[in-house]
C-alpha cells in the first residue's frame, strides 16, 4: 500500500507518520506541506521519496494509492472529494467537514467512486473505548449517560505542537464532532434530541471559547458534554461511561472503573495506540475491498447533529 501523507510536519501528520511505520507493507511514498523548506527537510528525515507543497501533484502520481488529510479543517471537504476524483482512496482527518453540505458532498463522491473514504473519528478505535463497544456488542452494558469534558487552555491560535496555526480550531465542528459521533456509535442509535449552549467568541480568534452541549436518544440514553478552550489545568477529553452495569472512565487509551481501578486492555487490540488502529483499519479495508468502520457515510448522522446544534445557538 503506497500512502501520501497531506500535512506530514503538522501535529497529527507526525501521528500518522509514526503510525504507518508500524504497519507492515505499507509505504509512504509521498509527503506534501505548505512550505518547501519544511517538507524537504521533512522528507529527507523520514526517509520520503517525493516531497511537494501541493496536493495536486501529490495526487498526479502512480505510485500512490491512497492518501491521509492531515490538513486544515477548512480543506478537509475540497481535498477528500479531489483524492477520490483522482482515483485515490482517502482518510480525511476530524472532521471530515465543517458544515452539513459539504460533508454531503464528500459522502456523495464516495459512493459516486466506490473509493473508501474514512474520516479520522479516531475515538471508535481507542482500546478503552473499543473495550465498551464489545461489552455493550455482547449485551453485557447499556449506557444510561455518557458524560465528557473537552478541555484546553488557549489563548493564541497554537497547534498541539505549540506551533502557530495557519487556520482556526472550533469546538464545535472539530472537538465536539469526537463525541458526538463516540455517543451514536456506542450507543448504535442517532440522536433524537439535541441543544447546544455556547459562550462568548474570542476578540481575536472569533470563536466561542466555551460550549455546552445536551443530547438524547430514542431508547433514552443522554449525553452531557462541556467544552472549553478557558481550562487553565490538565487538557485532554476525559469520558465517563454510566451503564446499568458499572461506571467506566476512558482517558484515551486508558480505561478506570467508577472508583478509579484501572482496566487491563490487552489483547483488545493489536496495538495500545489509537491513530495506528484507524490507519490499519483504513489499509485493511482498501486491502480487503470493504467499507471501514468510520467510513464517511457512517459518519454523517453526526455531523446532521452537529448541524443541528449549530442551527440551535441564539
Partial sequence: ???????????????????LANIPEVEVTSVMG??????????????????A?????????????????????????????ACMDAGKH?????????????SIAVVEKQKETGLVAMAGQVRRFNPSHQWIKNKIDAGELKIQQM????????????????EARSWTDHLLWHHACHTVDLFQYQTGESVSESFGLQGPKH????????MAIGMKTPSGAICTLSLSFNNDGPFGTFFRYICDNGTYIAR?????????????????????NGIELIDREFVSAITEGRE????????????ETLDAIERGFK
Avoid at 1 to 15: E, L, N, P, T
Avoid at 35 to 41: F, R
Fill in 292 to 303: 471501514p468502520n468510520g467510513a464517511v457515510a457512517q459518519v454523517l448522522p453526526a455531523m
Fill in 203 to 210: 476578540p481575536d480568534l472569533d470563536i466561542a471559547m466555551d
Fill in 147 to 162: 458524560d465528557v469534558q473537552t478541555y484546553f487552555f488557549r489563548r493564541t491560535n497554537t497547534n498541539a505542537k505549540g
Fill in 34 to 51: 505548505p512550505t518547501a523548506e519544511k517538507i524537504e527537510a521533512f522528507a529527507k528525515e523520514r526517509g520520503v521519496g517525493h516531497w
Fill in 53 to 81: 507543497t501541493t496536493l495536486d501533484e501529490c495526487l498526479a502520481r502512480d505510485d500512490v494509492d491512497a492518501v491521509i488529510l492531515s490538513t486544515p479543517t477548512q480543506m478537509h471537504a475540497e481535498q477528500a472529494i
Fill in 90 to 102: 482517502v482518510l480525511v482527518e476530524i472532521p471530515m467537514a465543517d458544515s452539513l453540505e459539504d
Fill in 252 to 272: 484515551y487509551d486508558d480505561l478506570f472503573d467508577g472508583k478509579e481501578n484501572p482496566i487491563d486492555l490487552e489483547g483488545v487490540a493489536v496495538s495500545n
Fill in 1 to 19: 500500500m503506497r500512502i501520501c501523507v497531506a500535512g506530514a510536519y503538522g501535529a497529527f501528520g507526525i501521528k500518522h507518520m509514526d503510525a
